[in-house]
């Protein structure tokens, strides 16, 4: 993707969030991957926290998150498939104000070239929140690093051109 170098790298504050009823902070390999791409790409690690796959402990951590002006971007790992659990997207949606339907689209084009038609079963998606960023990313390690490698990371870079969700965010609450 096209990096304007005489554009200043701007860091992007993003809180980790894992939903899950078995994973700690001692077994989160998702969240621990998600932390490393985006400390490694230069943003700032705001928070990280493990939640159970309940609606109201999502919807209450989101809602907290959304409402820190210290906190630009949530990522969630977890509960996005279709069992009955995973209700992550739901939680999500109770939040936020618009919906980026093309961001799980993507993923799930992206996921195909790995896992083939099994990205089919998942249900990333995106939204923004009172000016702040959310996206809902599948659990495994494997679908972090496709979502970040192959949209986040530029979409989170100033830089990345034509186009980027970070010059967008001043403008995020406008009406």
């Not at 894992?18 to 001692?26: G, H, K, M, V, W």
């Not at 002006?69 to 939040?95: C, F, S």
């Not at 961001?103 to 923004?128: C, H, K, M, N, P």
Request: proline residues 5%.
């Amino acid at each position: 993707m096209p990096i304007d170098a005489s554009i200043a790298f701007r860091p992007v504050r993003i809180a980790v969030l894992t939903i899950s009823d078995t994973r700690s902070l001692a077994d989160d390999r998702s969240g621990d991957r998600l932390v490393e791409r985006l400390t490694s790409a230069g943003h700032e690690l705001a928070d990280r926290a493990i939640v159970r796959d309940d609606p109201d402990q999502i919807v209450g951590k989101l809602h907290a998150w959304i409402d820190d002006p210290e906190i630009d971007v949530v990522l969630t790992t977890g509960g996005t498939g279709v069992t009955g659990r995973d209700i992550t997207p739901e939680a999500m949606a109770r939040v936020w104000d618009k919906e980026i339907p093309g961001f799980g689209e993507l993923f799930r084009w992206l996921s195909y070239r790995t896992i083939g038609t099994s990205t089919i079963q998942s249900r990333a998606t995106a939204g923004v929140a009172r000016g702040t960023y959310l996206f809902a990313l599948p659990g495994s390690t494997g679908a972090v690093t496709d979502a970040w490698d192959g949209i986040l990371s530029s979409q989170l870079d100033i830089r990345h051109k034509p186009c980027n969700f970070v010059e967008l965010m001043p403008r995020l609450t406008e009406r």
